[in-house]
Nanobody
Framework: QVQLVESGGGSVQAGGSLRLTCAVF????????LGWFRQAPGKEREGVAS????????DYHDSVKGRFTISHDNVKNTVYLQMNSLKPEDTAMYYC?????????????????WGRGTQVTVSS
Protein backbone atom coordinates (compact mmCIF):
# COMPACT_ATOMS: atom_id res chain seq x y z
CA GLN A 1 0.00 0.00 0.00
CA VAL A 2 1.43 3.35 -1.04
CA GLN A 3 0.85 6.18 1.40
CA LEU A 4 1.05 9.87 0.50
CA VAL A 5 0.92 12.52 3.23
CA GLU A 6 0.62 16.22 2.45
CA SER A 7 1.67 19.10 4.68
CA GLY A 8 2.47 22.78 4.46
CA GLY A 9 -0.97 24.22 3.93
CA GLY A 10 -2.19 27.25 5.83
CA SER A 11 -3.65 30.72 5.60
CA VAL A 12 -1.84 33.53 3.80
CA GLN A 13 -2.67 36.90 2.34
CA ALA A 14 -2.85 37.47 -1.37
CA GLY A 15 0.61 37.83 -2.85
CA GLY A 16 2.13 35.51 -0.29
CA SER A 17 3.82 32.14 -0.71
CA LEU A 18 3.48 28.61 0.60
CA ARG A 19 5.36 25.41 -0.05
CA LEU A 20 3.40 22.19 0.06
CA THR A 21 5.16 18.93 0.80
CA CYS A 22 4.06 15.42 -0.07
CA ALA A 23 5.87 12.58 1.65
CA VAL A 24 5.60 9.37 -0.36
CA PHE A 25 6.06 6.32 1.84
CA UNK A 26 7.59 4.12 -0.79
CA UNK A 27 10.58 4.42 -3.07
CA UNK A 28 10.05 6.81 -5.95
CA UNK A 29 12.12 5.55 -8.80
CA UNK A 30 11.82 6.29 -12.46
CA UNK A 31 8.57 6.04 -14.41
CA UNK A 32 6.54 7.66 -11.66
CA UNK A 33 4.00 10.36 -12.44
CA LEU A 34 3.51 12.72 -9.51
CA GLY A 35 0.80 15.32 -9.36
CA TRP A 36 -0.80 18.05 -7.29
CA PHE A 37 -4.53 18.63 -7.52
CA ARG A 38 -6.95 20.97 -5.77
CA GLN A 39 -10.62 21.18 -5.04
CA ALA A 40 -12.48 24.25 -3.85
CA PRO A 41 -15.91 24.01 -2.17
CA GLY A 42 -18.62 23.49 -4.75
CA LYS A 43 -16.15 23.00 -7.57
CA GLU A 44 -14.71 20.00 -9.35
CA ARG A 45 -11.21 18.81 -8.63
CA GLU A 46 -8.63 20.23 -11.02
CA GLY A 47 -5.05 19.38 -11.78
CA VAL A 48 -2.45 21.92 -10.74
CA ALA A 49 0.94 20.47 -11.64
CA SER A 50 2.55 17.16 -12.57
CA UNK A 51 6.11 15.85 -12.67
CA UNK A 52 7.45 12.80 -14.51
CA UNK A 53 10.45 11.26 -12.74
CA UNK A 54 11.67 9.58 -15.93
CA UNK A 55 12.67 12.79 -17.67
CA UNK A 56 11.58 15.69 -15.45
CA UNK A 57 8.71 16.69 -17.71
CA UNK A 58 6.24 19.03 -16.02
CA ASP A 59 2.69 20.07 -16.79
CA TYR A 60 0.86 23.00 -15.24
CA HIS A 61 -2.67 24.33 -15.19
CA ASP A 62 -2.77 27.60 -17.12
CA SER A 63 -3.91 29.51 -14.05
CA VAL A 64 -0.73 28.69 -12.08
CA LYS A 65 1.92 28.91 -14.79
CA GLY A 66 4.68 31.25 -13.74
CA ARG A 67 3.54 31.18 -10.10
CA PHE A 68 3.72 27.53 -9.00
CA THR A 69 6.62 25.11 -9.32
CA ILE A 70 6.54 21.36 -8.78
CA SER A 71 9.73 19.56 -7.81
CA HIS A 72 10.85 16.20 -6.60
CA ASP A 73 13.53 15.07 -4.15
CA ASN A 74 14.41 11.49 -4.98
CA VAL A 75 16.53 11.09 -1.84
CA LYS A 76 13.73 12.13 0.51
CA ASN A 77 10.94 10.56 -1.59
CA THR A 78 9.18 13.89 -1.43
CA VAL A 79 7.28 16.07 -3.87
CA TYR A 80 6.98 19.80 -3.40
CA LEU A 81 4.69 22.48 -4.73
CA GLN A 82 6.11 25.96 -4.36
CA MET A 83 3.30 28.47 -4.64
CA ASN A 84 4.12 32.14 -5.11
CA SER A 85 1.97 35.21 -5.78
CA LEU A 86 -1.01 33.44 -4.29
CA LYS A 87 -4.49 34.65 -5.15
CA PRO A 88 -7.81 34.20 -3.33
CA GLU A 89 -8.91 31.90 -6.16
CA ASP A 90 -6.11 29.51 -5.20
CA THR A 91 -8.02 28.71 -2.01
CA ALA A 92 -8.74 24.98 -1.99
CA MET A 93 -7.87 21.63 -0.53
CA TYR A 94 -4.67 20.47 -2.21
CA TYR A 95 -3.99 16.79 -2.86
CA CYS A 96 -0.90 14.90 -3.84
CA UNK A 97 -1.23 11.95 -6.23
CA UNK A 98 0.99 9.35 -7.86
CA UNK A 99 1.01 6.64 -10.47
CA UNK A 100 3.85 4.12 -10.66
CA UNK A 101 5.19 2.36 -13.74
CA UNK A 102 3.80 5.22 -15.79
CA UNK A 103 4.59 5.33 -19.49
CA UNK A 104 3.49 8.94 -19.69
CA UNK A 105 2.65 11.76 -17.33
CA UNK A 106 0.37 14.78 -17.48
CA UNK A 107 -2.44 16.33 -15.48
CA UNK A 108 -4.95 14.57 -17.71
CA UNK A 109 -3.85 11.02 -16.90
CA UNK A 110 -5.32 8.78 -14.19
CA UNK A 111 -3.61 8.70 -10.80
CA UNK A 112 -3.75 5.59 -8.66
CA UNK A 113 -2.70 6.81 -5.22
CA TRP A 114 -3.92 9.88 -3.37
CA GLY A 115 -3.19 11.69 -0.14
CA ARG A 116 -5.81 13.14 2.17
CA GLY A 117 -5.06 16.74 1.38
CA THR A 118 -3.90 19.95 3.00
CA GLN A 119 -5.95 23.15 3.11
CA VAL A 120 -4.73 26.36 1.53
CA THR A 121 -6.63 29.58 2.24
CA VAL A 122 -5.69 32.87 0.59
CA SER A 123 -7.31 36.05 1.85
CA SER A 124 -7.60 39.30 -0.09
Amino acid sequence: QVQLVESGGGSVQAGGSLRLTCAVFTYIGSSVCLGWFRQAPGKEREGVASFYTTDGTTDYHDSVKGRFTISHDNVKNTVYLQMNSLKPEDTAMYYCAATFSATWCALSRDYHYWGRGTQVTVSS
